[in-house]
C-alpha cells in the first residue's frame, strides 16, 4: 500500500484543512472476505477485529485498544424518555479512543521503518503515543500546549516520553509539531493529517452495529475538537451501509464548547452561539482551527447531522449526572456529550429515540 499520500493538491487549506484525505476500500472485495469468515468468527476482539475495512495486512501494535463495551443507562434515558447506551471508550489502554488510531500508527511506522513517532496534541493522543511507543521500544516525541495539566504531565512522563511544551494553545502546537516533526523524518500520528489513523477510530461504528444486532441507534452523540472522531464513526457507519449490514445511517450529533465553536458556526442552520465564553475546562475539544472541518462537514451532511455549543456549566452538569446516574466517570470533555444531548432535548424532542454517548476519555484531572 502507498502510504505517501495525505492531503488532497486541489483543496483550498481554508482556515486550516489542509484538505485530508479518505480511505477507500474494494468493499465487494470486503464483502466476499466476509462470507468467508463471518465476523463472528473472528477472534479478536480490539480494533484488528476488523482488519479488511483497515489500511494495514498485519497487526504491528501489542497494546490492544477497542472491544469496549456498550453499556445502558436508563436512569439517564428517563428522564429523557429516550434509550440511552454509553460506547465506553474510558476503557481502553490509555483510558482513551485515541488508542484506536495510535495502534494503525504504529503499525504502519513499523511498515515503513520508523523508529520514531510524532505528534501534536492537547493531551490525550500524546499520551496514547507515548504508551504505545513505551510498549514497543519507539522513540516518540509530542508537541503539547503549553497549559497541559500536571496530571496529563505525569502521564508523559510515566511513558518516558520527549515532551516538547509549546509556547501557546493546542493550535500553535500542531504548528511547532509540523515544523519539527516533518523536517526531522518522524511519522505523523496526527489524525488531523494522516489520513490512515482516524481508519481506526471508525471501528467504534463497527463494534456498535454487532453490539445493536438488528438495530441502528438513532443518533450517535461525540464531542468534536478537529472533527476526525465524529467524522471516522459517521464513515464506519456508511461503510456498514455500503456493505447492505444497515439499512439506514444514525444521525451525527457532534458537540463542542461555547468558547471553541467553530464548526457549530460552519454548520448550516446551527445554532448561534454566544459569544461571552472565553475559555473551557473542556482541554481535549478546545480547537479553534480543526484541521478535519471539510470531513466532518461531508460527513453531517451525510446524516443530517446536528452541531451542538455547550456551555462549561452545562457540562458540569452532565459530568455530575453521568455518575450519579450512570456510575461513569469520564473526562470533563466527555461529559460535553450528555450536556449536547440535553440541550437538544429542549429544543427537540428525543422521546423513544435509541442515542449513543461516545464516552471517548476517562482521565480525571484530579
Ligand atoms: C480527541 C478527543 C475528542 C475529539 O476528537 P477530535 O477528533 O479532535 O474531534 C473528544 N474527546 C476526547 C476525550 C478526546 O481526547
Redo the contacts with the bound molecule.
Keep these: 500500500m502507498d502510504y505517501s499520500a495525505y492531503a488532497c493538491p486541489r483543496c483550498p487549506g481554508a482556515e486550516g484543512d489542509p484538505g485530508v484525505l479518505d480511505v477507500i476500500y474494494d468493499y465487494d472485495a470486503v464483502a466476499f472476505d466476509w462470507r468467508q469468515t463471518p465476523l463472528s468468527e473472528t477472534e479478536r476482539r480490539d480494533v484488528f477485529r476488523y482488519l479488511p475495512v483497515l489500511p494495514v495486512d498485519h497487526v504491528g501494535a501489542l497494546l490492544q485498544p477497542g472491544g469496549t463495551p456498550l453499556v445502558s443507562a436508563p436512569r439517564l434515558g428517563a428522564s429523557l424518555g429516550a434509550e440511552i447506551w454509553l460506547k465506553d471508550e474510558t476503557r481502553n489502554p490509555t483510558r482513551?479512543?485515541?488508542d484506536r488510531a495510535t495502534a494503525i500508527a504504529v503499525t504502519i511506522a513499523t511498515t515503513l521503518g520508523h523508529r520514531e513517532l510524532y505528534c501534536a496534541s492537547?493531551?490525550?493522543?500524546a499520551i496514547s503515543l507515548a504508551a504505545f511507543c513505551a510498549s514497543q521500544d519507539l522513540g516518540c516525541h509530542v508537541f503539547v500546549p503549553r497549559d497541559l495539566s500536571p496530571v496529563r504531565r505525569a502521564w508523559l512522563e510515566r511513558f518516558n516520553a520527549d515532551v516538547r511544551i509549546g509556547s501557546g494553545p493546542y493550535d500553535d502546537a500542531y504548528a511547532e509539531a509540523e515544523a519539527i516533526g516533518r523536517t526531522a523524518g518522524w511519522y505523523s500520528r496526527n489524525?488531523?493529517l494522516n489520513p490512515f489513523l482516524v481508519e481506526g477510530?471508525k471501528t467504534v461504528a463497527y463494534e456498535i452495529f454487532e453490539a445493536m444486532p438488528g438495530a441502528v441507534p438513532d443518533m450517535v452523540v461525540?464531542?468534536?475538537?478537529?472533527?476526525?472522531?465524529?467524522a471516522a464513526i459517521g464513515k464506519g457507519f456508511r461503510e456498514l451501509y455500503s456493505l447492505g449490514r444497515i439499512d439506514r445511517l444514525p444521525q451525527l450529533v457532534g458537540v463542542q464548547a461555547e468558547s471553541h465553536a467553530p464548526l457549530v458556526h460552519r454548520r448550516e442552520g446551527a445554532l448561534p452561539v454566544p459569544s461571552n465564553a472565553e475559555g473551557t475546562r473542556a482541554v481535549?475539544?478546545a480547537?479553534r482551527r480543526?484541521r478535519?472541518a471539510i470531513r466532518l462537514l461531508q460527513e453531517l451532511d451525510h446524516s443530517k447531522g446536528i452541531m451542538i455549543a455547550v456551555s462549561d456549566r452545562e457540562i458540569d452538569n452532565a459530568y455530575r449526572r453521568l455518575a450519579q446516574k450512570a456510575g461513569a466517570v469520564v473526562?470533563f470533555?466527555?461529559a460535553a456529550t450528555l450536556a449536547g444531548l440535553t440541550v437538544l432535548a429542549r429544543l427537540s424532542s428525543v422521546k423513544g429515540k435509541t442515542i449513543v454517548l461516545v464516552l471517548?476519555?476517562g482521565r480525571v484531572e484530579s
Aim: charged share 15%; aromatic share 0%.
Design positions: 482513551c479512543l485515541k492537547p493531551g490525550n493522543a489524525c488531523a477510530k461525540s464531542p468534536v475538537g478537529d472533527g476526525c472522531t465524529l481535549s475539544i480547537v480543526p478535519n473526562e470533555s466527555t471517548t476519555g
